[in-house]
């Protein structure tokens, strides 16, 4: 069974709409990710987030995306008005104190 | 700019085959090189290398790490259909992966 679930699997969403990326981790773990990767590309950062904040951020990460872990078990990607550009594969990571990285089963985004 | 370079991109082996899988990096603040199996959807933990010269090994995989020269290699022995995936080498930035573009590797029975 997976570490870390995320919802949904598949998301298919018009360009313009704001979709949300869920994430649960099931360990205790502080320090999360997302990572994306576009079809036929490398997996790429996007934020990670730690005790409830973000640690770092990417450039790809800009206002259009947010994060949060709204009831302290869910960890959500927020994309606002999603690009045709946005379409990928959505993963979300966790870690122990940075150390061996798990990853969830993805959420494949398709922005049409 | 971080670096990781994977090689070869793809490769086209056969059953029993051994294939070594390269990575090579420039990354600043390195802490661990972590090597993945990418099948259909997310990426699976194979090997985390902390120190050099060190040789991690699980069934047919094994691994080693040279900080001195920055790289790493991945070694496959008696390959099968079931190895074909994408390898993906992931140093560790920080607290972050930066990912390599992958190895393609393909067994043919």
């Known amino acids: 069974e997976p570490e870390v679930t995320q919802t949904p699997s598949h998301q298919v969403t018009q360009m313009g709409q704001e979709v949300i990326l869920r994430c649960v981790p099931i360990?205790?773990?502080?320090?999360f990710y997302w990572y994306r990767q576009i079809l036929g590309q490398k997996v790429e950062f996007l934020v990670s987030?730690?005790?409830?904040?973000?640690?770092?951020k990417s450039e790809i990460f800009d206002d259009q995306f947010s994060v949060e872990r709204p009831d302290g078990s869910n960890f959500t990607l927020k994309i606002r008005s999603t690009k045709l550009e946005d379409s990928a594969m959505y993963f979300c990571a966790r870690s122990n104190q940075g150390y061996g990285y798990t990853f969830g089963s993805g959420t494949r985004l398709t922005v049409v | 700019e971080d670096k990781v370079v994977q090689s070869p991109l793809s490769l086209v082996v056969h059953e029993g085959d051994t294939v070594t899988l390269n990575c090579s990096y420039e990354v600043t603040n390195f802490r661990s090189l972590l090597w993945y199996k990418q099948e259909k959807k997310a990426p699976t933990f194979l090997f985390m290398l902390?120190?050099?010269?060190i040789e991690k090994k699980s069934g047919r995989l094994s691994s080693i790490l040279d900080k001195k020269e920055l790289f790493s290699i991945l070694n496959i022995t008696a390959t099968q259909t079931g190895d074909s995936a994408i390898y993906l080498c992931?140093?560790?930035?920080?607290?972050?992966?930066?990912f390599g573009a992958g190895t393609i590797l393909r067994v043919k029975s």
């Open positions: 360990s205790n773990h502080l320090y």
């Open positions: 902390t120190s050099s010269g």
């Open positions: 987030f730690y005790n409830n904040e973000i640690s770092e």
């Open positions: 992931a140093p560790i930035y920080g607290n972050k992966l930066v």
